[in-house]
């Protein structure tokens, strides 16, 4: 079973994972305890609940992500921050309260996010499923905050809780958990449905331990399973962020069209783990022609539809750019052609549609029933009458794609403001018009006309709207040929 704080990271979550900082050195915790009770009943210094407090003064005074938070929420909700002084241990209470005339956006009159602090030292939380709120709140303000107190990274705090998550087995009886010297997730004994999160936060991290983590983590199967990282998709374009230990890659694109780029603190070259990570992920992700990706781990290297290397200036995602010089990025792309709308289309007569070829430069396209699906030397189809049509395309280098184009109605006709019957008779004084409105005309086609000395037709082959004039009393038969079908129409000129 997947860790469920692993599964339930929201995007707004995972991207503040990416963000980067350095902060200040710890405070000293005496600062504190005149401004809150942190004395416990034997007369000693409740120094828990005292660090809790500092991370809480630290939090409301001087974060820029907390502050900018606040300012944004401005006009949809109040955000509020709280210390719980009744607690053992103290607690931050953040909570959201939509203002009302956007209540029905959110699914909560209100959001409580609580953080509290153990006997142990770990700032410590519990979440359900559903609860996006504390998961947020936890990546985006309070890592942030116990980092400023701790005098650590930010971002390594991350990295060794993403990095012992991936290395954590599945624990006994389907219970999730990671037990690790920092960091520690487990299935609340008492409430199954919840989640429980230990994060150790009175003094910085053995260097030393968190190195050991973050050596003897990679991008493994093991990991990518509890990322949940899917195979792309044929078509759509997809954007997967995948965080683990001191790997952090961003991968975005379909199965016919993607770029990987991984950032490796430490560096990327000579880095075995680094570039198997790599080759792992692209093995998940299964762009096409991945089966063949033999990559050697140099860079750069390029083979059939793929190539890696080191991206500069544009080639970069804007998710990196708060990377510093420990961090090496490297690229892999995979481009092979392919029809970008799809492998066919429905249409109704006279509509249009064009075949467009992503990664290869089209020399021609042919259409194997123009009578039902034209199409021109750009890709532009055009729908004719009922039927089936596939469109091939043969680029430069002999490679041949193709689009089903299913036509699903004949042109039609209305005489007199009435569907045409091929079986009435209809009538017309002479020297008068009858009118006969076309519809599923393809705009590029022109249409046929057969008069007689009876009745003829008066109308640009051009036109939606046609004319029969009555010339003389009796009777004929005017054939209007649209989009290749021919609608005969019995006139009687009176």
């Not at 009886?173 to 487990?186: H, I, Q, R």
């Amino acid at each position: 079973m997947k860790s469920k704080l692993f599964r339930s990271i929201a995007p707004v979550a995972m991207s503040v994972m990416l963000a980067a900082g350095s902060f200040s050195a710890m405070p000293a915790i005496t600062a504190f305890a005149e401004d809150t009770e942190t004395v416990t009943s034997d007369g000693e210094q409740n120094a828990n609940k005292v660090s809790l407090y500092a991370i809480y003064t630290w939090l409301i005074d001087e974060s820029s992500k907390f502050t900018k938070q606040k300012q944004d929420d401005i006009g949809y909700g109040t955000m509020n921050c709280e210390f719980d002084d009744e607690a053992e241990n103290g607690g931050i209470i953040l909570t959201f309260t939509p203002n009302e005339e956007y209540a029905s956006v959110y699914d909560q009159a209100s959001y409580t996010a609580t953080f509290n602090m153990d006997e142990d030292g770990y700032l410590i939380f519990s979440f359900s499923e559903d609860d996006w709120w504390t998961l947020s709140t936890f990546y985006a303000y309070i890592i942030e905050a116990v980092a400023n107190y701790t005098g650590m990274d930010e971002r390594l705090i991350t990295e060794y809780m993403t990095a012992a998550e991936a290395n954590t087995e599945s624990a006994p009886e389907g219970k999730d958990y990671v037990d690790s010297t920092f960091y520690d997730v487990y299935t609340d004994p008492d409430e199954p449905s919840l989640t429980i999160v230990r994060v150790y936060t009175l003094n910085a991290w053995d260097e030393d331990v968190v190195n050991e983590m973050l050596e003897d983590t990679m991008i493994d199967a093991t990991a990518i399973d509890r990322c949940d990282v899917e195979p792309l998709d044929e078509y759509s374009s997809t954007a997967v962020a995948v965080n683990v230990g001191k790997y952090h890659a961003y991968a975005v694109g379909n199965k016919n069209e993607l770029t990987l780029t991984m950032a490796v603190k430490g560096g990327y070259s000579n880095n075995e783990a680094a570039w198997k990570s790599l080759c792992n992920l692209v093995d998940a992700l299964q762009p096409t022609g991945y089966e063949d990706f033999d990559y050697s781990g140099d860079v750069p290297e390029e083979k059939n539809n793929w190539s890696v290397y080191t991206p500069t200036g544009d080639q970069i995602p804007d998710i990196f750019d708060e990377y510093d010089d420990n961090y090496e990025l490297v690229q892999v792309t995979f481009a092979t052609p392919y029809v970008t709308n799809g492998s066919s289309v429905s249409l109704k007569a006279g509509e249009t549609d064009y075949m467009w070829v992503n990664n290869g430069y089209v020399e021609k396209f042919k259409s194997s029933n123009p009578k039902v699906a034209k199409v021109n030397n750009d890709g532009y189809i055009t729908a004719l009458k009922k039927g089936k049509a596939v469109i091939t395309a043969t680029l430069s280098d002999g490679t041949t794609l193709t689009y089903t184009v299913k036509v699903t109605s004949n042109p039609k006709l209305k005489v007199g403001g009435k569907a045409f019957k091929a079986s009435k008779t209809y009538t017309v004084k002479k020297g008068k018009t009858l009118k006969v409105k076309i519809s599923g005309k393809a705009s590029d086609v022109n249409n046929k006309y057969t008069s007689t000395k009876v009745a003829k037709v008066t109308s640009k082959k051009s036109a939606q709207t046609v004319k029969i004039k009555g010339l003389k009393k009796g009777m004929a038969k005017v054939t209007i040929k649209v989009n290749g079908v021919s609608f005969k129409i019995k006139v009687k000129v009176v």
